[in-house]
């Protein structure tokens, strides 16, 4: 089915900054070539992978056993393992292994469990934990003798004492299977006082996800990157029956499950009785090969599209990562409206020149304000990156997703940004170094691909951010021609603090380099990094007519701030107060400083808002399309913001000029002008007005975690995914102990 979606917004829109009339503090002269936007989701699209159930297979699959059938632990066989301290208790009940320890201890499988190194893939442990975010699996195989220090892992774990499935990747692991055949024996060790009730202990294969269907929808990783796949069981081919439209193009990306046996895609169309193959390659199990096939000599005709998988026996599995018919306009006047969201990490709007901060911290975002929209007073829902990231996307409070707050996957109700681009034609992709990002198998809903990148210490680069640099570039070759949604997730400014030796321009009265020093280092380094991203959009010529949005997941604490140097914790203003920067020429006014309460759950209905599209009546978030039109103003000024840390008994109201901040019930109240420190409290003074504040805070905490107990109502658990290099950069970044 194509999707052809009605913009009202953008729908005759030939952007020369249009006289929107604005409330600016102060006005940049901005002069540029007028660009014509065709409307969000003009360009026909049939993704092939939502069409599935339309087509027609002939598949042919291996007979295979399924892992997770012939090696599942549990009930009496959980009742066998045993505790290193007496001091440890352990008992079964209802099948579950439960086990309480005083302090470090360990449980201890018998040595018979002949685990199949060749066959294993995900070890899925489902169990409860509480007092620890981290155990420790160990293992032992047929060669050797005792459990070795090299044979083990750090599994970072959720410990709010509900039941969760963890899918810890053990194919990945280092020493799993060399020089193993067999694993006799597992260990899960904890490293404090802690309870942990274990329901099932289970082995699956890579082949596991695939083995009830002859074809289907999953997302898959490869190395670094998940992709959203369409995959077949090979030899076998998937035939569509599609109308061509003009100027349409087949995109979409190859691999294989196993080197062996080897596969060869083909893509052919069947027009008036004649086949004509259009692709024919080998791909790899190793990493993704992108293909683009040409469908122009069929324009106006109904064909048979053919996806073919040939293999010299049967066994291996072929992957389609999106594959999608899409329509490229060359000599079109109009331009598609992209989007690309910039996250920076703990990134404080204060410490920026372009708010008002004394050093020449960020010279591209003061330049990038002075041609777009600049926010003064834009709040984080969260101090910290995992339900900051998930309220971001989806447009709601944490206390309703709930992710970082005792769960680990978005409701099925929540839509998120990137499923609603999706379904409307975009191409849509995350590109992060944070491990608390989307990944595969974790907030990536409605994504294309997620890819993670490793995070590197300055003195093994060349002082940029070299892999995300590369992938950000490399998606945007590749996806120039048609609507994109990007989300990019960068690192320079969480600690641990490493600038390269360019950046480090700041130092202290004493000529040593202070944290606060290191930290504006670090935001000269991330503010470089962002000038490389502008420069690829500009060099493709995509610059003006993409969305840019530049913002940050959450603040950051530093010596001396209130509540002390960091991040997560409690919502101190230092830690929620964060930059937003909007960018689209002739749409969003040149110059434009707002000083509104706004929030960054408020993006993600603005940026439909500027597409053209309905309000979702999910989001909390305003779109601040009528503040920057000058529509309207006191509404927005005068509005509750909210954010919470850690827990939901530590809370922060802003609303007009008074921030309102509840530490586990004793809460205080600061006017907002007096600058970030929370050191003068008026709630005395102000009494009427704290109590009113402090009650409509209650009201908002209570409505929210009923809407999110509403929503996690009768659901069932998704599998949580665990690999060795999360669990690394989780450890690296200061989340895991």
Not at 103 to 127: E, F, Y
Not at 333 to 343: F, R
């Amino acid at each position: 089915m194509e999707r052809t979606v009605p913009c009202l917004a953008l729908a005759s829109l030939c952007i020369v900054a249009c006289g929107i009339s604005c409330q600016p503090h102060e006005q940049h002269e901005h002069v540029s070539t007028p660009t014509i936007l065709e409307p969000a989701g003009a360009r026909p699209t049939y993704r092939f992978d939502d069409n599935l159930g339309k087509a027609a297979m002939n598949i042919r699959r291996a007979t295979r056993q399924q892992g997770g059938a012939r090696n599942k632990l549990q009930g009496a066989d959980l009742a066998t393992w045993t505790t290193g301290k007496y001091s440890s208790t352990r008992v079964v009940d209802n099948g579950s292994l439960s086990f309480e320890t005083e302090g470090c201890d360990v449980l201890t499988s018998p040595p018979a469990l002949n685990i199949s190194v060749k066959d294993a893939a995900l070890l899925a442990v489902r169990m409860k934990v509480a007092g620890t975010n981290k155990v420790t699996l160990a293992w032992r195989g047929d060669a050797e003798d005792r459990f070795d220090e090299s044979a083990k892992a750090d599994v970072a774990v959720s410990p709010t004492g509900e039941w969760e499935t963890y899918e810890i990747r053990v194919a990945s692991l280092k020493g799993w299977s060399v020089p193993n055949t067999f694993i006799k024996q597992l260990q899960i060790a904890v490293p404090m006082k802690a309870r942990i009730e274990i329901e099932s202990v289970c082995v699956k294969s890579r082949y596991d996800q695939f083995m009830h269907q002859d074809a289907g929808v999953i997302h898959y990783g490869i190395r670094d990157e998940g992709r959203l796949c369409l995959f077949m069981h090979a030899p076998g081919e998937i035939r569509y029956r599609v109308d061509v439209f003009e100027g349409a193009k087949i995109s979409t990306g190859l691999a294989t499950v196993d080197p062996v046996p080897p596969v060869t895609f083909g893509i052919s169309v069947d027009a008036s009785g004649e086949t004509m193959a259009l692709l024919e390659d080998r791909a790899s199990s190793s990493e993704w090969r992108d293909e683009i096939v040409d469908l122009s000599a069929y324009v106006g005709n109904e064909v048979d599209v053919v996806f073919k998988a040939d293999c010299p026996s049967p066994g291996n599995i072929a992957l389609w990562s999106s594959p999608a018919m899409f329509q490229v306009r060359p000599h079109a006047p109009e331009k598609p409206l992209n989007i690309v969201w910039y996250v920076v990490d703990a990134l404080r709007a204060d410490h920026l020149d372009v708010y008002g901060y004394p050093r020449n911290t960020a010279p591209v975002m003061r330049e990038l304000a002075a041609e777009g929209a600049r926010f003064t007073r834009c709040f984080s829902p969260s101090t910290w990156t995992k339900p900051s990231i998930a309220s971001m996307l989806t447009g709601v409070s944490p206390l309703v997703h709930r992710i970082g707050l005792g769960n680990e996957t978005l409701p099925a109700a929540l839509t998120t940004l990137p499923e609603q681009l999706r379904n409307t034609g975009y191409t849509t992709a995350s590109i992060t170094q944070s491990p608390l990002g989307p990944r595969n198998g974790y907030l990536d809903r409605g994504f294309d691909s997620v890819r993670v990148t490793k995070r590197q210490r300055v003195a093994r680069s060349d002082g940029n951010n070299s892999a995300l640099a590369a992938s950000i570039s490399s998606f945007l070759d590749r996806c120039q021609t048609r609507p994109f949604f990007l989300l990019a997730h960068t690192l320079e400014t969480h600690g641990p603090y490493w600038p390269p030796a360019r950046y480090r321009s700041f130092q202290s009265t004493n000529g040593e380099a202070s944290q606060t020093d290191l930290y504006d280092a670090c935001v000269l380094w991330a503010d470089a990094n962002l000038g490389m991203l502008i420069n690829k959009l500009q060099d493709l010529g995509l610059y003006d007519h993409t969305i840019l949005i530049v913002t940050a997941d959450h603040g950051q604490g530093l010596e001396g701030d209130e509540g002390g140097p960091g991040h997560m914790g409690k919502p101190y203003r230092a830690r929620i107060h964060v930059p937003l920067l909007l960018h689209l020429p002739g749409a969003i006014p040149a110059g434009l400083v707002l000083d509104a309460n706004v929030q960054t759950i408020d993006i993600v209905p603005t940026v439909l808002d500027l597409l053209g599209f309905p309000a979702n009546r999910q989001f909390q978030g305003m779109t601040l399309l009528p503040l920057i039109r000058n529509q309207t103003y006191d509404v927005y000024r005068e509005r509750s913001v909210f954010s919470i840390g850690e827990c939901s008994q530590d809370a922060a109201m802003v609303k007009g000029n008074w921030f309102l901040f509840n530490d586990n019930g004793n809460a205080s109240l600061t006017y907002l002008p007096t600058g970030p420190g929370q050191r003068q409290n008026l709630a005395v003074e102000q009494e009427a007005l704290f109590k009113t504040l402090a009650e409509e805070m209650a009201r908002y905490v209570a409505q929210q975690e009923a809407v999110g107990t509403a929503l996690r109502t009768s659901e069932s658990s998704t599998p949580f995914p665990v690999d060795a290099d999360t669990t690394e950069q989780l450890k690296a970044l200061g989340y895991l102990q």
